[in-house]
């Protein structure tokens, strides 16, 4: 029984930040790619960042780059978005995703993840 749960989510003024965790339970963590995603109101899931097995490599949506930085812990089955400088425009729920093992698909494609959190809503203010 494979479950990823978010949380730190919650309301703040522009210009803050926020801590998300994903805390993920029932596969191997640390032979997964892992990812957050974002799906605002009448809006597409959009791809947010994403994290290597290791944690070595990152990649980022260029509208949260230089803002958000994403991590892992395979220790504790846990994957992390900071996010710095908030802007009313980042407002959406976020979500925490698994990579598939196979195939091997693109790591900023939603369709490539088959496991997902249930989501957790972040929310700026101006």
């Known amino acids: 029984q494979v479950q990823l749960v978010e949380s730190g989510g919650g309301l703040v003024q522009a210009g803050g930040s926020l801590r998300l965790s994903c805390a993920a339970s029932?596969?191997?963590?640390?032979?997964?790619?892992m990812g957050w995603f974002r799906q605002a109101p009448g809006k597409e899931r959009e791809f947010v960042a994403v994290?290597?097995?290791?944690?070595?490599?990152?990649d980022y949506a260029p509208s949260v780059k230089g803002r958000f930085t994403i991590s892992r812990d395979n220790a504790k089955n846990a994957v992390y978005l900071q996010m710095n400088s908030l802007k009313p425009e980042d407002t959406a729920v976020y979500y925490c995703?698994?990579?598939?093992?196979?195939?091997?698909?693109?790591?900023?494609?939603?369709?490539?993840?088959?496991?997902w959190g249930q989501g957790t809503q972040v929310t700026v203010s101006s």
């Open positions: 994290i290597s097995w290791s944690g070595g490599t990152t």
């Open positions: 029932g596969l191997t963590f640390s032979s997964r790619v």
């Open positions: 995703g698994a990579k598939k093992t196979l195939p091997l698909g693109l790591r900023g494609a939603k369709d490539a993840y088959d496991y």
